[in-house]
């Protein structure tokens, strides 16, 4: 299993960032797909979920609204676009293998809210 994110960056509040993250070694169709993101001197702290169908979306209620998470099946990768910045959204973003933040997950892209 390989998970790669990408898109991460410095972002002025209100801003917006889209992540990627791109997925081999694994049947990703047959996967829920999770994002998951750790701030600074904090735990990991699930964000969003998406089916294997790309039904079945979930959110952390901080972010409904302004986050919105898909999934391209074809190019085994999954996206999250992140509209509305907040600074407390200042965290490590991971892309997790499966529906739990504790199931395989890639090395992470940094996303900074700052002006």
């Known amino acids: 299993v390989k998970l790669v994110e990408s898109g991460g960056g410095l972002v002025q509040p209100g801003g917006s960032v889209r992540l990627s993250c791109s997925a081999s070694?694994?049947?990703?169709?047959?996967?829920?797909m999770t994002w998951a993101r750790q701030a600074p001197g904090k735990g990991l702290e699930w964000v969003s979920s998406?089916?294997?169908?790309?039904?079945?979306?979930y959110y952390q209620d901080s972010v409904k609204g302004r986050f919105t998470i898909s999934s391209d099946n074809a190019k085994s990768t999954v996206y999250l676009q992140m509209n509305s910045l907040e600074s407390e959204d200042t965290a490590l973003y991971y892309c997790?293998?499966?529906?739990?933040?504790?199931?395989?997950r890639g090395p992470g892209t940094q996303v900074t809210v700052s002006s």
């Open positions: 997790v293998q499966g529906s739990r933040v504790t199931g395989t």
């Open positions: 070694g694994f049947a990703f169709n047959i996967y829920v």
């Open positions: 998406i089916g294997s169908d790309g039904g079945n979306i």
